[in-house]
């Protein structure tokens, strides 16, 4: 392999990481419980805090998803239809075993750790 071949290998694997096309679209309107993403001001929240970690796996830098969390079965395995959810939270990030993984399929595999966080309240 020739230098600019390498060069090439690895400015590919660091655009990969910034220059992917990861995205989740979350729909509120089709969660089956009352969701907020937070409480009224100076309320305190009473209820039954949870958290969940699920992992998105996408192909070729992000442009192809390949498996993404579902907000409507983590919000199902935690509350009744009766219940609501409140201070909820979406968080994804990439761990350095995510990273590892692009880096060693030169972004042909992309995963996403997506951690849910909330707060469900019994009627």
Not at 56 to 73: C, D, E, H, N, T
Not at 92 to 114: C, E, F, H, K, Y
Request: hydrophobic content about 45%; aromatic content about 4%; some cysteine.
């Amino acid at each position: 392999m020739t230098r600019r071949t390498l060069r090439s290998i690895l400015l590919i694997c660091c655009l990969s990481g910034t220059a992917g096309g990861c995205a989740m679209t979350l729909d509120a309107t089709t969660l089956g419980v009352d969701a907020s993403m937070a409480a009224p001001a100076g309320t305190a929240v009473q209820g039954e805090a949870f958290t969940v970690n699920r992992s998105a796996v996408y192909l070729f830098g992000g442009l192809l998803p390949v498996s993404q969390p579902s907000l409507r079965r983590v919000l199902a395995t935690q509350a009744t239809s009766d219940a609501r959810v409140a201070n909820l939270r979406v968080r994804v990030r990439s761990r350095w075993s995510d990273v590892l993984i692009t880096v060693l399929t030169a972004g042909i595999v992309v995963p996403r750790s997506v951690t849910f966080e909330g707060v469900v309240i019994q009627p």
